[in-house]
Nanobody, 130 residues
């Protein structure tokens, strides 16, 4: 099991920025595709961003493209999500996730569906006020 600790959530005004981190000490994250998802009560979990094992390809949902940046530091076993130009619609609980990426090449595009991810963080609340 991949331990995951998320940090960086909080409250910000529209137009502001936040950076989320997801640490998995000793987990050997190089073996995993990694992603960020978000969810509000009553809604399905939405894929926000993902990055492949080789850090060569990323995925972004249309709603965050150009505003969010996903990155990973394998040496620190940490995944990041830099969020800028935040909008009230970005308010949600954000989850980091890891996938063994079975069937995906190291440099292939990462999966974007929650079904492909086996390991999940506990979630961090992000609240954007108008």
């Amino acid at each position: 099991q991949v331990p995951r600790v998320e940090s960086g959530g909080g409250s910000v005004q529209a137009g502001g920025s936040l950076k989320l981190s997801c640490a998995a000490p000793g987990a050997g994250l190089t073996r995993y595709c990694l992603g960020w998802f978000r969810q509000n009560p009553g809604n399905e979990r939405e894929g926000v961003a993902a990055i492949n094992r080789g850090s060569t390809r990323t995925y972004y949902s249309d709603s965050v493209k150009g505003r969010f940046t996903i990155s990973r530091d394998n040496a620190k076993s940490t995944l990041y999500l830099e969020m800028s130009k935040l909008e009230p619609e970005d308010t949600a609980v954000y989850f980091c996730a890891a996938s063994t990426c079975a069937g995906y090449g190291t440099y292939a595009a990462p999966p974007s569906s929650s079904i492909a991810f086996e390991y999940w963080g506990q979630g961090a609340q992000v609240t954007v006020s108008a």
